[in-house]
């Protein structure tokens, strides 16, 4: 019985704290937008449905974790699969050789 209850206890939960410490890959860029000015983006590589815009980069770095503190919490209560840093893609699609440009 005592295994199983170590086995208990070093169980990770994977509750929101949990995601939003995890080390994710942060794809930044700038861009215009539609009246052609330019703004700063924040996307996560993991979660591909992610993107957080401002004006400048300081202000997305500054903010982007609260926008990924809603997401996560959505997705955590949809009960979706969250794919975490470093876990296989199975969705490993050459899109740019697939769609014809």
């Known amino acids: 019985m005592e295994n ?10 994977k509750d929101l704290d949990y995601y939003l410490n995890l080390d994710w890959t942060l794809i930044e860029g700038e861009d215009l937008d539609f009246e052609g000015n330019p703004y700063h983006y924040i996307e996560i590589k993991e979660i591909p449905s992610f993107a957080f815009c401002a004006k400048t980069a300081e202000k997305a770095r500054e903010n982007y974790k609260k926008q990924l503190r809603l997401s996560l919490m959505l997705m955590l ?3 979706e ?4 840093p470093g876990e296989e893609d199975d ?3 050459d899109w740019e050789n697939v769609c014809p440009g």
């Open 77 to 79: 209560e949809d009960g």
């Open 81 to 84: 699969h969250i794919p975490e």
């Open 4 to 13: 199983n209850e170590q086995d208990k206890q070093s169980e990770v939960v």
């Open 91 to 93: 969705d490993d699609i």
